[in-house]
């Protein structure tokens, strides 16, 4: 290791030299989070580590995730595998995707291969109508897990939620106070939980807010696809009745509900104001700039894995609901009613 690279990588990890030396020299004196720091330098740089410094895996542990497609679900899985490498372990990555392997296949890949627990992040549990018996027998395989968005009380297990109706409940709020008076909710199929409990909060707020009843908030709640094209088929929807704002389950759903508004001759936020769900990577980068929630993407992917290491190491007590609070992030689609609307 020459002096130049040395001085690399401590600049990289922002420590000193001598430092790095001891992180290299697997000498005592340093913190586990330095050394940590040291090696992610290592890695950036296109270092190789010293045979030394690799970690011998301490298992495998499976991460079935829904479509790549939402930047949101890469988000969750790379903190999730960084958090499980931390810890020795070795992360297997499964994607559900439509006409590819069902959730119950890659369990059942996952479980031949030994790993020792697995991370769901939006699968069947969240789906209201789904037999969630396939979860108790997985417990009784000895197979520890630890559930990402969507709780059932029927399953014993660790859930990680963010807190679905206090987002809407803040995007409503937000809405409101720019005058808006129809505001519409473009979120995914009633079966799942946090589409539920995104109408539970909508609805909420616009009583609390606006004075409507419930029958009057269903009016503007639209239910479709979780992608671009579904935001831009509710949009239109919610836009035929009359809403000059637009709340959506997703930043993708919000992006097509912006392409909506601007098919239309509108503009965003001059005629309609738009939030997202999620705050996705790049997000911030959209003309405009989306307004949106944001998930607690690090808190809610350590948590899930540290729930999930407990249940591995046999100390697991805490099997309910972990719920994290969302945060709304004020960016340029969204802004004042216009007068004459």
């Known amino acids: 290791m020459t002096t130049a690279r040395l001085s690399d990588i401590a600049a990289q990890a922002g420590v000193s030299e001598a430092t790095v030396s001891r992180v290299l020299n697997g000498k005592a004196g340093v913190s586990a989070t330095t050394r940590q720091t040291v090696l992610a330098a290592l890695d950036v740089l296109g270092y190789e580590r010293p045979t030394r410094l690799r970690q011998r895996s301490a298992g495998l542990i499976g991460l079935i995730t829904p479509e790549l497609s939402n930047p949101i679900f890469p988000a969750l899985a790379q903190v999730i595998e960084q958090v499980l490498s931390r810890h020795g372990f070795t992360p297997v990555l499964c994607t559900q995707t439509p006409g590819g392997s069902t959730e119950d296949e890659l369990v059942e890949m996952l479980v031949d291969r030994g790993v020792a627990g697995i991370v769901f992040v939006s699968g069947l549990h969240a789906d209201s109508t789904a037999d969630h018996d396939r979860y108790a027998k997985l417990t ?21 939620s963010p807190d679905d109706r206090a987002a809407m409940w803040m995007a409503v709020q937000h809405l409101v106070g720019l005058g808006h008076r129809k505001v519409g909710l473009a979120v995914g199929q009633r079966r799942y939980v946090p589409v ?79 939030v997202g769900f999620d705050d996705s990577p790049l997000i911030a980068f959209t003309e405009p700039p989306l307004t949106t929630i944001r998930q607690p993407v690090e808190a809610m992917a350590t948590a899930a894995v540290d729930a999930l290491l407990e249940e591995v190491n046999g100390s697991g007590s805490q099997r309910d609901e972990f719920m994290f609070q969302t945060e709304l992030v004020m960016r340029g689609s969204t802004g004042p009613r216009r007068s004459e609307q």
């Open 196 to 274: 539920l409990r995104k109408i539970e909060g909508f609805t909420a707020a616009l009583g609390e807010y606006l004075g409507y009843t419930p029958e009057q908030a269903a009016e503007y709640v639209h239910h479709t696809l979780f992608s671009v094209e579904g935001g831009h088929a509710a949009a239109n929807a919610l836009l035929d009745k009359g809403c000059t704002a637009i709340v959506c389950g997703s930043d993708l759903m919000a992006l097509g509900a912006i392409r909506a508004v601007r098919q239309r001759g509108m503009a965003v936020p001059r005629d309609v104001s738009v």
């Open 140 to 160: 009784g395989r000895q197979v520890p897990f630890v559930l990402i968005n969507g709780y059932s009380e029927k399953i014993a297990a660790p859930f990680i």
